[in-house]
């Protein structure tokens, strides 16, 4: 098969179908007039933003901003923008939620000629793009600029999200830490075709800077910057992560190599057994451990966030302790969080060597008075001491570190601290594996992705 042929065929599985799109563009329209009523009041204004917007949209869901007046205090506009949501999606015949990204948005589901679409209501400021007062403010005039540019290139940036969608990189969101919608169309619109598109992501480095008709404004440490042709301070990449921009790049070169529909797809990644993790961990040498605590009630991002901090935080102990780690991953799908480890070094001696200052230094006295208990001397020059070890096993450094109030003292992050206060599980070797067994297959699936990652690109 040709890259082309595949083309042809996924677009017709995920191009909406003339009715589709006239229904879309129906309950859009519907949408926006029951919106510019209610707004009125508030003296804000509506406008459909998001991918229906922009005829890139492959879901039914719809994006509605709600355009307030810039003198609008912050604290209003949240209240109003509520307030104003929750009438709209009411008067709609919906029911919502209210989640939060910068400021609280509502996130809806309503119902249009028996079809269900999911509604995002989101306030926003009405300004210039170089003078915003919160993040969402550049949306509209994202919309703008791409419809005016991707004419008949629709269906590629179509494509190029599920592609994207597919291949596990598509969402801004701390999760993925992938390509945006947004970001999809710029790409299209600077190189065309998706084949186009594809051809050009394989030739990415970590590194590469694009633009479209704006200088970059400042310098940007990305692994991959694509300049906001709105607002050149900023970069519309900023979420995308090295691991990210490098999966799409190797996925891209593979699918010229061997062009399939398959690329379009989720794969399905088989959980390994209990036994395969257990015999993979002995033949690599290293030592497994599992830790496991309920999992708090927050917004997805956060603890996202907050998790990766934790392991961050950990790992930088672990190894100040004298332990280290092969490599970490964490999973909180269920109602559990779980932080798999696995060490490098888990058991130490009971001395450790502490370095000192030079023989000729000044401190050096300080330094032997504070030692006066234990053994010294002089190794290259500098004094050394001889001490104990606060822990020999890594596994007494976790329970340590897991346990006891001073969970945020230690640096383990707020929403994370009281649930692993109330009750945390840490298990290794053979009874992490027991574990383990316990817990949903998915988890295992996870460490099929963490043994068999491989991002390397010259192959
Ligand atoms: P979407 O994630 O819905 O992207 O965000 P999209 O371009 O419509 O693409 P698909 O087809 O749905 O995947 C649309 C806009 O809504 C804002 C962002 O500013 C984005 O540009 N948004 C998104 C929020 O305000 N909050 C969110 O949590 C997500
Ligand atoms: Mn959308
Ligand atoms: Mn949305």
């Not at 209501?121 to 919309?143: F, L």
């Not at 961050?312 to 269920?334: A, H, P």
Request: aromatic fraction near 10%; glycine fraction near 4%.
């Amino acid at each position: 098969l040709k890259p082309e042929d595949v083309v042809k065929k996924v677009l017709k599985k995920i191009r909406p179908s003339r009715e589709e799109r006239k229904l879309m563009k129906e309950v859009s329209e519907k949408v926006v007039s029951t919106a510019r009523e209610i707004l009125s009041v508030y003296g804000a204004e509506p406008m459909m933003c998001g991918s229906v917007a922009k005829n890139t949209w492959i879901k039914p869901e719809l994006d509605l901003f709600m355009l307030f007046n810039p003198m609008l205090p912050r604290k209003k506009l949240e209240e109003y923008g509520l307030r104003a949501a929750k009438e709209i999606i009411k008067k709609l015949g919906g029911s919502y939620t209210i989640s939060y990204a910068e400021h609280p948005y509502v996130r809806g589901v309503i119902k249009f000629r028996d079809r269900q679409f999911s509604l995002d209501v989101v306030p926003c400021y009405k300004t210039d793009p170089r003078n915003i007062k919160s993040a969402v403010d550049r949306t509209p005039h994202h919309v703008r600029y791409v419809k005016e540019r991707i004419k008949g290139l629709e269906d590629d940036a179509r494509l190029l999200k599920k592609f994207c969608a597919a291949r596990g990189c598509y969402g801004a969101d701390v999760k993925t830490k992938g390509f945006s919608g947004y970001l999809c169309e710029l790409l299209v619109i600077k190189y065309g075709r998706f084949l186009d598109v594809l051809k050009e992501i394989t030739k990415w480095w970590p590194g590469v800077v694009i633009t479209l008709e704006t200088r970059p404004a400042r310098k940007f440490r990305d692994p991959l910057v694509f300049i906001d042709p709105v607002d050149p301070k900023r970069n519309v990449a900023a979420a995308v992560s090295a691991e990210t921009m490098m999966k799409l790049i190797k996925e891209a070169k593979r699918f010229f190599e061997h062009p399939s529909e398959a690329f379009f797809e989720t794969e399905y990644v088989p959980p390994y057994t209990v036994e395969e993790v257990s015999k993979l961990v002995s033949s690599r040498g290293t030592r497994f451990y599992l830790i496991r605590f309920p999992r708090p009630v927050v917004q997805e991002d956060i603890l996202y966030q907050q998790m990766e901090r934790l392991l961050k935080r950990l790992g930088d102990e672990i190894t100040r302790s004298g332990f280290s780690l092969m490599g970490s991953l964490f999973w909180c799908r269920t109602a559990d969080c779980v932080v798999l480890l696995e060490a490098e070094v888990w058991q130490l001696p009971r001395i450790k060597k502490q370095t000192g200052p030079d023989i000729f230094s000044d401190h050096a006295r300080e330094f032997l008075k504070r030692y006066s208990n234990t053994r010294v001397f002089i190794e290259n020059g500098k004094w050394v001491a001889e001490v104990r070890r606060e822990h020999i096993l890594l596994m007494e450094f976790l329970k340590s570190f897991f346990s006891g109030k001073e969970l945020r003292k230690r640096g383990v992050p707020s929403k994370l601290a009281e649930p692993i206060s109330k009750k945390c599980e840490i298990a290794s070797g053979r009874d992490s594996f027991r574990l383990l067994r316990k817990l949903p297959p998915e988890l295992r699936s996870e460490l099929r992705k963490y043994f068999e990652k491989d991002l390397n690109i010259e192959v």
